[in-house]
């Protein structure tokens, strides 16, 4: 249905996407999802040719996009596009908006296009809105008459552009019930979304975009329940982190507190959570300063925004023991405050680094 | 931290505040040997204002105390809660020594 073969999109110099060749089939409802920045409107935007795109190929239904003898008009009247700030015709009432174009492109008849018109009013629950005009209608009844007007279309495919971006959370809900039973008849949906619940309930498959590229791709169980790489698990889980390297055992205790203070306040950890994990680093660090051999070592603080979840990375130079596993009475009471601070632990090594994974009870 | 003393009757009250980590332990084993040294023995540690506490805390505590009973002194811990209390418990810490509700409580154990 849409084959994309080495698109690749930059403005001036700068590069928003690279290489990204997929083929969508018939049916299938693509949720993208990515941090901001990372080319998924612009993906979009390319595909119906709203971006040109800088080089590589899109055909639509076997239609070379690009080829400067393609009616892209016509291709689009069978791929619409659902944007984020609506766009409708301010100055037309909702039946308007819905019938205009049926009748202007498709020759429909006005009796034709309005009795299309107020069947998909009904199906999105705003068969009372006919005559209202946009100005008149919340931010999801917008949405939903904007769904409406692309349906009055009867597209194959329907690229949305998220959809619930700007809408009022109270709204998002309306808008999304409205896809999902597209989903359900068999239209063919790209959907650019935010709403991670939304997108994993409803896709067949889920694009993962970062720097441009399709970073991961599968389906909605593997790429929320078990993603391969390591920028995706971060996106999932609304990771955030923070890196610091000790150079010596002589490290400034109070700057890295600082550091890490200044962390969790910005990601809103619990103060249960930044006790724990401050003691935790404390009581580790002890045990590494027994010995210059664990020195250097970089630190990272993994915080999920979305499970609560706290972690705690230190990689050290290769051939250093596992520092807890040091024997001896200095050591024996940090070794149990951290016994109970962690829900589990893991000890690597690797030829380069051995890398000690913290993870912190979640209070 | 900060260590404030207030002499009673029976003891010394030894009230610490703050932080008592890798740091700051140190601080609070010299004032105590230095207490020592002018001949304090009874102690009741208040802990009402101490906010953290780490296992460099604990080791000093630990090896004052041995200190003060060497000297055949005395020390008692009162008003642990919170964070402190915690890691008191997470470290065995709570039953080594006797804990008392409020400062008050702990002097009444002592001779006057």
Known sequence: MITVEHLSKSFGDFSVLRDISVDIKQGEVISIIGPSGSGKSTFLRCINLLDRPSGGKIRIKGIDMLDRHTDVAKVRQKMNMVFQSFNLFAHLSVIDNLTLAPMKLLGKSRQEAERKAHELLRLIGLGEKYYCFPDELSGGQKQRVAIARCLAMEPEIILFDEPTSALDPTMVSEVLSVIRRLAKEGLTMLIVTHEMDFARDVSTRVFYLDEGAIYEQGTPGEIFGNPGREKTKAFIRRQQSLYQRLFSADFDLYSLNAEVESFCSRHLVPLKSRHGLTLLIEEVLQLYGTSSSFFPIDITVNYSEKTGQLELLLESPPGSANPLELQGEDSALGLAIIRNLLLDREFTHSDNRNILKLYLKNP | ?112
């Not at chain 2, 505040?17 to 001949?39: C, F, H, Q, W």
């Not at chain 2, 506490?53 to 919170?82: E, H, P, Y």
């Open chain 2, 1 to 112: 931290m900060t260590i404030e003393t207030i002499k009673q009757t029976s003891a010394l009250v030894v009230a610490v505040s703050g932080r008592m980590d890798a740091v700051t332990a140190p601080e609070y084993e010299k004032k105590i040997n230095e207490l020592l040294d002018s001949g304090e023995v009874s102690y009741v540690v208040d802990f009402g204002q101490l906010e953290y506490i780490s296992s460099a805390g604990l080791r000093a505590l630990l090896s004052t105390t041995r200190r003060i009973r060497d000297k055949q002194g005395c020390i008692l811990l009162a008003n642990i809660v919170g964070n402190v209390k915690e890691v008191f418990e997470m470290s065995g810490f709570g039953s080594i020594f006797t804990v008392h509700a409020t400062v008050d409580q702990a002097l009444k154990m002592l001779p006057g």
